[in-house]
């Protein structure tokens, strides 16, 4: 079907407003248009021509990403301490003859590190933007590699929780960065994938870490608990030194008006003669369209700017992907281990099953991708709640009913699942999500804003967790059954589908209003990049000293006229 006969059949079609008109008088329509038949070229890429023709983005990109198996693992790494009989010995307190770590020490060195990760995140939100993906992600590495020092040598408990907290500062700054850096690094058609490539690195650090602790467990003295913190060291340190070859953002770049940076970068990352002459211009000339689309919305890349006009609704779609992604059920499988151990489970099986569990979560992540190629990210994040909703619900309910070994296995594999199907859906899909939704300009710190509210809402869940785990033990199904249906309420009623879109056209669907269950069902248009020759924009009259006078031309620019607007453009409501 012809993009002419799709207009007429589409209930609805969205073009450019009048304010993003106005915004993009400093445009070359004929670069533009080149741009524009590039981007619709990338949809059209089948997923073997895209890592055909892009695999060096996808290279650069999964490098980026390779940060947060760091973070997985160190995260994982000292909460499996808290038994282990050297760390006891150079830590522990004598209760009742015994040396343990106090409950409210273990909650304090967990939340402490959260508490530095909620510091990453600002000093992120502002680095990235303003010094590029590169820089702060380098500056990260050596700050990380320093403060690896502390905890591998920490003599106290004070010491030891000074070390988590500097160390989490790195960690919120990669948390964020790694998705906004895929997201822009990346060709349409590729960008989901990488992005929720971010779920693995979670999930491989954890697996990582808990192979490195089961060696470790014969060894004798301090080196039991300080070489696997040394172990990071493996990370920061190639990550720092070949960060310095990553390309730029593209998009960055152009926000800055380093153009010819951008058009380097933008050959860099495709196969060799991929472009034909012109495009990588035309490219360049449509990122900086679709910035003068961000900027019609006001979104000039500060802060307060996520929270006027349309970017208001993004903000808050962003929030709530990420607090459906903490809400949505999944904190029940904290408890997984604890049911079957009840079921006569050993504590080695329970430390092979816990490794079980870390390695759901990679084949999660690999069943998502194939998910992502055939269906929406709003589908996924739909039914992937649903999911989780119908498996607590018999939970809740085996945890009516009298306490006998069947029934705790059947709870311990029913959580089991929810793990699994958090993994295949809203954990990966939701970096995909938060990375397409923001304004090209403010997506670095739209992302970190979110990431920052998912930190405090998982420190609120990990603080209720304990009390619901005494109080309601498998009738806690019931409670996370009651959240999950709140996420599905709000996600089928707010969140949109953002895939196969580019930036632009998210610009554009944002700016008309478009209801979130509506984004599918409109038709796109561009027609300040599709149709140059369809809007008039008068040239600046020279003075008689042959300048341009910047005043007539500043007054001419208010008089951008469409020539010819589409016959069926309708506007939506909100």
């Known amino acids: 079907m012809s993009v002419h006969e799709k207009d007429q059949a589409s209930d609805a079609v969205v073009d450019v407003t009048d304010a993003q008109i106005l915004a993009d008088v400093e445009i070359d329509h004929n670069l533009l248009r080149l741009g524009h038949e590039v981007i619709e070229r990338q949809k059209r890429e089948t997923f073997a021509q895209t890592w055909r023709n892009h695999w060096r983005a996808a290279i650069w990109s999964l490098f980026i990403s ?31 003859g015994k040396l343990i770590i106090p409950a409210s020490t273990q909650g304090a060195l967990g939340n402490i590190a959260t508490c530095g990760q909620l510091v990453g995140l600002v000093v992120t939100g502002f680095c990235q933007e303003r010094y590029g993906a590169k820089r702060t992600f380098f500056w990260g590495m050596i700050f990380m590699i320093g403060t690896i020092f502390l905890a591998v040598f920490a003599q106290s408990m004070p010491m030891l929780m000074g070390a988590e907290f500097i160390m989490g500062i790195p960690w919120g700054m990669f948390q964020t960065l790694t998705t906004a850096y895929a997201s822009e690094i990346c060709p349409i058609n590729m960008r989901g994938y990488l992005a929720a490539y971010a779920s693995v690195g979670w999930g491989g650090g954890r697996f990582v870490s808990t192979g490195v602790l089961r060696g470790t467990l014969g060894m004798k003295g301090d080196w039991a608990w300080r070489l696997p913190y040394a172990i990071q060291w493996i990370w920061p340190v190639p990550l720092a ?27 860099r990352t495709a196969r060799r003669d991929f472009y034909a002459p012109g495009e990588i211009d035309g490219y360049a000339e449509y990122m900086k369209h679709t910035d003068a689309l961000d900027r019609a919305d006001r979104a000039r890349g500060s802060f307060l700017d996520m929270f006027r006009g349309n970017n208001l609704r993004r903000t808050e779609i962003q929030l709530g992907v990420w607090i459906v992604q903490i809400w949505n059920g999944n904190a029940i499988t904290g408890l997984t281990v604890e049911f079957l151990e009840q079921a006569g489970m050993t504590t080695t099986f329970a430390f092979d099953f816990n490794m079980i569990l870390n390695a759901l979560s990679l084949v999660g992540v690999a069943v998502s991708w194939v998910l992502l190629r055939y269906m929406g990210r709003r589908p996924i994040y739909l039914y992937g709640t649903l999911s989780i909703i119908l498996l607590n619900l018999p939970i809740g309910i085996l945890g009516c009913l009298p306490s ?10 029913l959580m089991t699942l929810i793990n699994f199907a958090f993994h295949f859906s809203l954990g990966p899909v939701c970096y995909t999500i938060v990375g397409e939704l923001p304004a090209s300009s403010l997506r670095a710190r739209s992302i970190a804003l979110g990431r920052f509210v998912y930190v405090v809402n998982s420190i609120v869940v990990n603080e209720i967790n304990p009390y619901l785990t005494l109080d309601l033990a498998a009738k806690a199904g019931f409670f996370w059954m009651g959240t999950g249906i709140l996420c599905l309420v709000w996600a089928w009623i707010r969140m949109p589908e953002t895939g196969g879109f580019s930036f632009a056209e998210l610009d554009i669907l944002f700016a008309n209003k478009v209801p979130a269950r509506k984004f599918k069902k409109v038709v796109v248009r561009d027609h300040l990049a599709e ?25 001419d620019v208010l008089h951008v006229e469409r020539v010819d607007s589409h016959p069926h453009r309708h506007q939506l409501e909100a």
């Open 66 to 96: 390779t940060a947060l198996w760091m973070e997985g693992y160190d995260t994982a790494v000292v909460n499996s301490f808290f038994g282990l009989p050297q760390f006891l010995a150079r830590f522990g307190v004598m209760q009742n």
């Open 241 to 267: 030194a070949l960060v310095v070859f990553a390309p730029e953002s593209p998009w960055w770049l152009v926000r800055k008006g380093r153009m010819e940076e951008a058009k380097a970068v933008i050959r």
């Open 404 to 413: 006998t070994t069947p029934r705790l296995m059947a709870i311990g594999s």
């Open 531 to 555: 149709n140059p020759e369809a809007f008039s924009v008068p040239v600046p009259q020279q003075t008689s000293h042959g300048m341009d006078d910047k005043a007539d031309a500043k007054n």
